[in-house]
């Protein structure tokens, strides 16, 4: 309270007092601003000086001071020496905090802000209400000029392009790998914090690898890139990461259950029109009176043999199951499979975990389910494990198969907590336990999670 009797002469001096308030808070450890320090300067009138300090605490690892003649900082002037770039590389540079982002209120930008991730960032955003100053929703070429509903305003899409981030605080990207790839750096080199739902930058030894409720403090050591973990990844750490904590799991066996959704809205339509097909007669192959026809399939308690085209899979998914998502490897496993291992052992901060797993792509809409059998360094109960599951956060426990309640995609599509079940002793391991837990992979697996990370920032 002192500070703001002292400079209540200031035109903006909620603005002052309420920008070191929040630099102190958001400048953790040995970067912190302190509160007795920053009063200090304050009773002084000596703005500069907190300005230039503050910036110096921002930008560990590149302790370069701005020159700049800053007395007593308007917002503008604010905003100028703290984006000034440091640059040596975009992926070295250290955090860095804008005056935007200080007063609470962030310049957003949203890739592929019309496809099923980015459509459901927006809800996100907008339910958890988000401090958004301002949006730019930025799209494909194919998508530019169409417009996408925000908090009850339609906000045209934008181009992709190199100027796209200007003047922003934080870029989602959920276009795919090669759009991030290309434009994640321009982003940072724009000053913009980059939280990448794609798998461009996930195993780069600089870039954190974020599942708020396992490896928050991850987050502190970003230099402009976070990255979003692969959606069935982060279903299955989010029931078996509480188990590890206190059981230390050494190996994992895992099949995931993959709704078409994780392919993007092409492969909810091309669930949508093989089903269609198959129960009505594919339209554009329809001749009256042939075998395909709508009045020849109708009764038919079988879908159409004729095999239904396909585009995005390389079969038919409805009606049928697809041991196969993402490309194969030499070794046989899917990059999808590769990426449950790699990216459990980083989150979880255990590099000699073993993952092998099958993911596979089931004719469902929405939710990924994956079913675990664990093994740990640690003897433990079907109790112990069901009480630790029941009180971890973004999880719910849905375990009484005697009255065939367990978690199901259908049950928790639209949900922003996991739910686990089945769990019991596993018959083949040692200390193994296996269940099977379902999660919203556009929401925990992709959109909340990416909200949740720049709730950290
Ligand atoms: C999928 N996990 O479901 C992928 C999406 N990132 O295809």
């Not at 417009?147 to 934008?158: A, I, T």
């Not at 809409?365 to 109960?381: I, K, T």
């Amino acid at each position: 309270m002192d500070v703001l009797h002292l400079r209540r002469d200031q035109k903006d001096w909620r603005a002052q007092t309420r920008v070191i308030a929040l630099k102190n808070r958001l400048n953790s450890g040995e970067r912190r601003l302190p509160a007795c320090r920053s009063r200090q300067l304050a009773e002084t009138g000596n703005w500069r000086r907190i300005e230039l300090r503050a910036q110096k605490c921002c930008r560990q690892g590149c302790r370069q001071l701005q020159a700049g003649s800053l007395c007593s900082p308007s917002h503008d002037a604010l905003r100028g020496v703290l984006s000034s770039p440091c640059r040596p590389c975009f992926a070295q540079r250290g955090p860095k905090v804008t005056i935007d982002m200080l007063m609470g209120n962030y310049h957003i930008a949203v890739v592929g802000a019309t496809g099923a991730a980015g459509t459901e960032l927006l809800r996100v955003l907008e339910r958890r209400n988000f401090p958004v100053a301002s949006l730019r929703a930025i799209g494909s070429a194919r998508s530019a000029g169409k417009s996408v509903p925000f908090r009850g305003e339609s906000v045209p899409v934008e181009k992709l392009d190199d100027r796209c981030f200007d003047k922003t605080d934080i870029a989602f990207f959920s276009a795919g790998g090669d759009v991030s790839r290309n434009y994640v750096p321009i982003a940072c080199q724009s000053d913009a914090i980059a939280i990448d739902k794609s798998s461009a930058f996930r195993m780069e030894p600089h870039v954190p690898l974020v599942i708020p409720e396992i490896n928050a403090d991850d987050v502190r050591r970003h230099r402009g890139i976070i990255a979003n973990p692969n959606c069935t990844t982060t279903v299955m750490l989010m029931a078996l990461y509480p188990l590890h904590r206190i059981f230390h799991v050494r190996r994992v066996f895992a099949a995931s259950y993959q709704a078409v959704s994780g392919s993007g809205t092409r492969g909810v339509e091309e669930l949508t029109r093989q089903t269609r097909d198959a129960v009505h007669g594919p339209k554009s192959r329809t001749k009256p009176g042939s075998s395909t026809s709508p009045e020849a399939t109708a009764d038919k308690t079988i879908p159409a043999s004729v095999p239904p085209k396909t585009r995005i899979y390389p079969h038919p998914i409805a009606f049928n199951l697809l041991p196969h998502i993402d490309s194969f490897l030499d070794s046989g496993y899917t990059k999808e499979e590769v990426k449950m291992q790699d990216e459990a052992r980083k989150i979880m901060h255990s590099p000699a975990l073993r993952v092998s797993a099958t993911c596979v792509r089931v004719p469902i809409y929405r939710a990924h389910s994956v079913a675990v059998s664990a093994e740990f360094q640690r003897p433990l109960s079907v109790e112990q494990a069901r009480e630790i599951l029941s009180k971890a956060p973004g999880l719910e426990l849905i375990d009484e198969p005697h009255s065939n309640r367990y978690p199901m995609p259908l049950t928790v599509a639209g949900k922003d907590n996991c739910q686990v079940g089945r769990v019991r002793l596993d018959c083949a391991f040692e200390n193994g336990l296996s269940f099977w837990v379902s999660g919203d992979q556009l929401l925990k697996g992709a959109a909340l999670n990416a909200v949740q990370i720049a709730e950290l920032l």
